[in-house]
């Protein structure tokens, strides 16, 4: 069984991304975003990670966002790459983020291990199960999910 105390052990074994986002410009998001592996992969859940753990409500977390994608990460967030780096608030979240914290990496897996259903497997539901381990974790989201989650299985077999 799989629970909150496998969150991290998980996330440090998944796959990368090449490179890192480690200056607020519109070549650094694409550089990782664009990468040959971000349009391999489908079907993920994926982890924004600092490079430096950020203090939570409690203990810390490199996590900073858990998201998901049927598509391929660069069809996702290419074409947001040039947003992520100049509009004001993101520009202002994703600066702070790597002076603070420093890069930023992607570390994604297949949901289908952390998505089963009685009817099959969900992307959302894997989702949701990353968050709520996060969220047991630490006793709030990740500092840029806008997303909650109405999931609260405490344990899944995998």
């Not at 349009?39 to 409500?57: D, E, T």
């Not at 999910?145 to 995998?158: E, G, L, P, Q």
Request: with cysteine; aromatic share 14%.
């Amino acid at each position: 069984m799989l629970t909150k105390d496998d969150l991290y052990p998980l996330v440090n074994g998944f796959e990368r991304l090449p490179g890192q986002i480690d200056e607020l410009s519109t070549s650094a998001f694409e550089k990782v975003y664009g990468s040959i592996e971000a349009a391999k992969s489908k079907g993920i859940i994926y982890f924004l990670l600092s490079s430096k753990p950020v203090p939570r409500l409690r203990g810390e977390s490199r996590i900073l966002y858990i998201g998901q994608t049927k598509t391929s990460f660069k069809s996702r967030y290419f074409r947001y790459a040039n947003l992520h780096a100049t509009s004001n608030a993101n520009s202002l979240k994703f600066g702070e983020i790597i002076d603070s914290y420093g890069p930023i990496e992607i570390a994604f897996c297949d949901y289908e291990k952390f998505g089963k259903t009685k009817s099959g497997t969900s992307l959302l539901q894997a989702e949701g199960q990353f968050l709520w381990w996060y969220f047991q974790n630490h006793c709030e989201y990740p500092p840029i999910n806008y997303t909650k989650t109405k999931v609260r299985t405490d344990a899944i077999s995998a």
